[in-house]
């Protein structure tokens, strides 16, 4: 498969735009930067992405948890795991336009103006500070959460007696994360708030690099098995000058974007630190005890952390397709069905009363099983045109042979084979069709 064009960028976001994908927030105002609302087909299409990745990682898994911690939380956890002295990036302030930038991103020249008239850099702490309570004090300072990591550290214990598991295992966490970030930018591929999917997996010491191998191949896998082209991704190791305060050894799964290669997903190996430093600050003895062998233990932490809008981005870059049916060019999402924001569209040939009953009574029959779109305006073939392009794997026509046969037509998005089917074998079918 060709690299991805760099105008694809621009068209997936006016695609976005214009099926309701994403939207600038608060646009009427004149927008926000760098912050977006999930429109109808965005939220189904986070969602899927979320949901399989929790299928992936936590339902068909007997090794691992969830949780849902708090957004916010004591400032004391962000002290002992080292955000407050070290989540930072180095801001340079340009002097001709006065734009600011992070230093690592422009080596020595602004990207505004051009000029090289830069201030020393300087160490920004991304973290969004607030204040709780009605008071803004010192003592009443909190700060949103910059990842979900610290909620499943700090509830290691917890999980740990009420879950009845023992390393090897994990506790899994989807959510939104904060990061006051100096550039964001290239559309959700980085901004300050976003959606996080996170595993902290807890192995005894000795086994920690082949659970950070078997980690690092898992994870590329799951982005195959969901229809990215092996060519748009590779895993690339950290060299030892990149590697956190807290990694022995990180791996990035990594998406080649139309402006080059970004991360999708970390997977770090991150030893003891987090527990270790949660135990020494709190007091609170943070361990495993192995009866077997009668030993006390820390307990090392392979970490898998991707950003589900990052992935979501991904998955539609790669879904994006164009090709040619009755002469006239067609825009079609190659979405995986698992990841597509409807499954099934509903689709009566004509508004008149006459069909309208029937084609309700077939999206009542579908709809318990999937989430499904149900469109009666304009002439048919635009309607499958509009399925096509928001990623609709299959569509079911209701026609006025319908009335007569009880039978409805279903249409591959991929294929464009359309097959006659008996309602009362409709859901079968489509579930077969489908895969689930």
């Given amino acids: 498969m060709a690299e991805p064009a760099p105008e694809l960028m621009e068209t997936i976001v006016n695609l976005c735009k214009r099926r309701g994908f994403v939207f600038p927030s608060s646009e009427i105002y004149g927008g926000f930067r760098s912050t977006y609302d999930y429109g109808p087909l965005g939220v189904l299409l986070l969602r899927n992405v979320k949901d399989a990745w929790w299928r992936s990682m936590v339902q068909l898994r007997e090794d691992v948890v969830g949780i849902d911690a708090a957004i916010l939380s004591s400032p004391k956890v962000w002290e002992a795991s080292g955000h407050l002295a070290n989540f930072t990036d180095p801001l340079v302030d340009c002097r001709s336009c006065k734009e600011r930038w992070r230093a690592d991103h422009i080596e020595g020249t602004c990207p505004n103006c051009g000029s090289t008239?830069?201030?020393?850099?300087?160490?920004?702490?991304?973290m969004f500070q607030t204040f709780v309570g009605p008071v803004q004090e010192t003592t009443n300072v909190a700060y949103f959460r910059p990842e979900t990591a610290q909620g499943m550290f700090v509830n290691f214990m917890n999980v740990l007696n009420t879950s009845r598991k023992k390393p090897p295992f994990g506790i899994a966490q989807t959510g939104k994360s904060f990061r006051n970030e100096i550039t964001p930018g290239n559309f959700v591929f980085r901004t300050r708030e976003f959606e996080q999917m996170e595993l902290e997996f807890f192995v005894p010491p000795?086994?920690?690099?082949?659970?950070?191998?078997?980690?690092?191949?898992?994870?590329?896998?799951?982005?195959?098995?969901?229809?990215?082209?092996?060519?748009?991704l590779r895993l690339r190791a950290h060299e030892s000058e990149?590697?956190?305060?807290?990694?022995?050894?990180?791996?990035?799964?990594?998406?080649?974007?139309?402006?080059?290669w970004g991360e999708l997903e970390g997977i770090a190996n991150?030893?003891?630190?987090?527990?270790?430093a949660h135990a020494a600050a709190s007091g609170e003895r943070i361990e495993y005890f192995d009866q077997a062998t009668n030993e006390r233990y820390v307990p090392h932490v392979i970490e898998p952390?991707?950003?589900?809008?990052?992935?979501?981005?991904?998955?539609?870059?790669?879904?994006?397709?164009?090709?040619?049916?009755n002469d006239e060019t067609r825009t079609v999402l190659r979405l995986d069905p698992r990841l597509a924001p409807y499954k099934v569209a509903v689709l009566p040939l004509s508004k008149k009363d006459t069909l309208t009953p029937t084609a309700r009574e077939v999206l009542s029959l579908v709809q318990p099983h999937w989430m499904?779109?149900?469109?009666?305006?304009?002439?048919?073939?635009?309607?499958?045109?509009?399925?096509?392009?928001i990623g609709t794997p299959l569509c079911v026509t209701v026609d006025f042979d319908t009335l007569e046969d009880k039978a409805v037509t279903i249409r591959d998005r991929d294929t464009l084979a359309q097959v006659r089917v008996p309602i009362d074998e409709l859901v079968d079918t489509l579930r077969s069709r489908l895969g689930f």
């Fill in 372 to 389: 499904v779109d149900y469109d009666e305006t304009q002439a048919i073939g635009r309607r499958y045109r509009r399925q096509d392009e």
């Fill in 206 to 232: 000795a086994d920690a690099d082949r659970w950070f191998g078997y980690w690092t191949t898992e994870r590329m896998n799951w982005y195959l098995d969901l229809g990215i082209p092996a060519d748009w």
């Fill in 270 to 276: 991150r030893g003891d630190f987090d527990l270790s």
């Fill in 117 to 126: 008239d830069l201030t020393e850099a300087r160490e920004f702490n991304m």
């Fill in 305 to 325: 952390a991707a950003g589900a809008t990052r992935a979501m981005m991904a998955f539609l870059l790669a879904a994006y397709d164009t090709d040619v049916v």
């Fill in 242 to 260: 990149e590697l956190s305060h807290y990694s022995s050894a990180t791996s990035d799964v990594e998406f080649r974007y139309p402006w080059g």
